[in-house]
T-cell receptor, first 114, second 115 residues
Framework: DVKVTQSSRYLVKRTGEKVFLECVQD?????MFWYRQDPGLGLRLIYF???????EKGDIPEGYSVSREKKERFSLILESASTNQTSMYLC?????????????FGQGTRLTVV | AQSVTQPDIHITVSEGASLELRCNYS??????LFWYVQSPGQGLQLLLK??????LVQGIKGFEAEFKRSQSSFNLRKPSVHWSDAAEYFC?????????????FGTGTLLAVQP
């Protein structure tokens, strides 16, 4: 069974903290993605990666960075957490190439910044 | 850039009634379209996808969707809704952005099912 695993389901962090969200996939996919999900706004792409150490900004990269040191792992980093980053974060992975390729999602991490 | 519009934020249907969730896309060529479902507290699961061929696509859990180029639509349907279908539904389109392929999502439609 294919799997995308996010390390935490729920996180509570303080304003100003550095926060790491971890994601691991076991499907040998080249692409990995971080989305943010907010009510009424759907899923918005923060960053994505198409290879080890390669990354690209999505639609809302401000306040975030990412790291991909190994093919199976993609980390989202909040350099200095703020209350407006309270949200659900979803990691996904997919094969590279065709536009009909589906993405597989993790369970999500609900982050609360206080 | 492509975009996806889901005009209905929230829909309530009675159990056993039929369902249609709307999705409109903007894209010049033939789009690659997807429907995902998110059950409460879960990640997203693919229901079905379309990229060519028969414009009526069958998916899992009894869902189907019809691609209509003339209306730029890809509406999701189910003939008889079950209480377990209560979830949020997302329409998405595939596009090339930067160095690779990615999905662009709509804002979602939250489905409530009344007994």
């Amino acid at each position: 069974d294919v799997k995308v695993t996010q390390s935490s389901r729920y996180l509570v962090k303080r304003t100003g903290e550095k926060v790491f969200l971890e994601c691991v996939q076991d499907m040998d996919h080249e692409n990995m993605f971080w989305y943010r999900q907010d009510p009424g706004l759907g899923l918005r792409l923060i960053y994505f990666s198409y290879d080890v150490k390669m990354k690209e900004k999505g639609d809302i990269p401000e306040g975030y960075s990412v790291s991909r040191e190994k093919k199976e792992r993609f980390s989202l980093i909040l350099e200095s957490a703020s209350t407006n980053q309270t949200s659900m974060y979803l990691c996904a992975s997919s094969l590279q190439g065709n536009l009909n390729t589906e993405a597989f999602f993790g369970q999500g991490t609900r982050l609360t910044v206080v | 850039a492509q975009s996806v519009t889901q005009p209905d934020i929230h829909i309530t249907v009675s159990e056993g009634a039929s369902l249609e969730l709307r999705c409109n896309y903007s894209y010049g060529a033939t789009p690659y379209l997807f429907w995902y479902v998110q059950s409460p507290g879960q990640g997203l699961q693919l229901l079905l996808k379309y990229f060519s061929g028969d414009t009526l696509v069958q998916g899992i859990k009894g869902f189907e969707a019809e691609f209509k180029r003339s209306q730029s639509s890809f509406n999701l349907r189910k003939p008889s809704v079950h209480w377990s279908d209560a979830a949020e539904y997302f329409c998405a389109v595939g596009e090339y952005g930067g160095a690779t392929n990615k999905l662009i999502f709509g804002t979602g439609t939250l489905l409530a099912v009344q007994p």
